[in-house]
């Protein structure tokens, strides 16, 4: 067995292949852990960051979310917990809600699962690219005029796609392997999540 040097990117897509192994082979009574989720969603954060300015405001939510959910996760024990409790309350959609962090959480691992897309799309397909087009995918449906036209405007300050990988402590050959990995893994995650909310009754559109 040959040992690997372990980067950021290693460790999430290990993270969210744990919880997608999980999911596949899950009994009927077992339901996906909060803490165990929000652990995984926390290595996320570094992705964030390393994209500068134009996701900025994307990163900002994504780590004050997942950080209300490591909050909540020492009083629920799963992510079902969470979003019964609120929906007993009407409060599902309420700024604040946990059950509204975890739709802004799925939906930040979901950008990063279209950026890395994109990004391996194409040796020739630049990250500004690569980030515009999963922006306007995933998030700018739900984001309001003036989010949508700050981060438009600070597109141009992304690395360039070397200046990420060396952020990241990666190659071309190596960032792509661990992007698929997390591309295959989150695919289940965030179908699962989604599948949360429609079984209550709740739709997806917010």
Not at 28 to 36: Q, V
Not at 77 to 88: F, G
């Amino acid at each position: 067995m040959t040992m690997t040097t372990k980067t950021p990117l290693s460790a999430i897509a290990q993270a969210f292949e744990e919880l997608s192994e999980f999911l596949g082979c899950q009994m009927k009574d077992e339901e996906l852990r909060l803490d165990t989720f929000s652990d995984a969603c926390s290595l996320v954060s570094v992705l964030f960051s390393c994209l500068g300015l134009a996701f900025k405001f994307a990163e900002m939510e994504y780590v004050a979310k997942v950080r209300d959910l490591v909050e909540a996760s020492k009083r629920f024990a799963t992510l079902e917990n969470v979003l019964d409790l609120d929906v007993a309350n009407g409060t599902v959609k309420k700024r604040g809600s946990q059950s509204r962090n975890l739709r802004r959480v799925r939906q930040g691992l979901d950008l990063i699962r279209a950026l890395f897309e994109e990004f391996l799309s194409s040796e020739d397909y630049s990250l500004r690219d690569a980030a515009s087009t999963a922006y306007a995918q995933v998030c700018a449906p739900y984001h309001t005029w003036a989010v949508r036209t700050a981060v438009s405007a600070g597109m141009h300050t992304l690395p360039t796609r070397e200046q990420l990988l060396l952020k990241l402590n990666e190659t071309d050959h190596t960032a792509e392997k661990k992007m698929r990995r997390y591309i295959e893994a989150s695919r289940p995650v965030i179908a699962y999540i989604d599948k949360l909310y429609i079984s209550r009754k709740i739709t997806l559109d917010w």
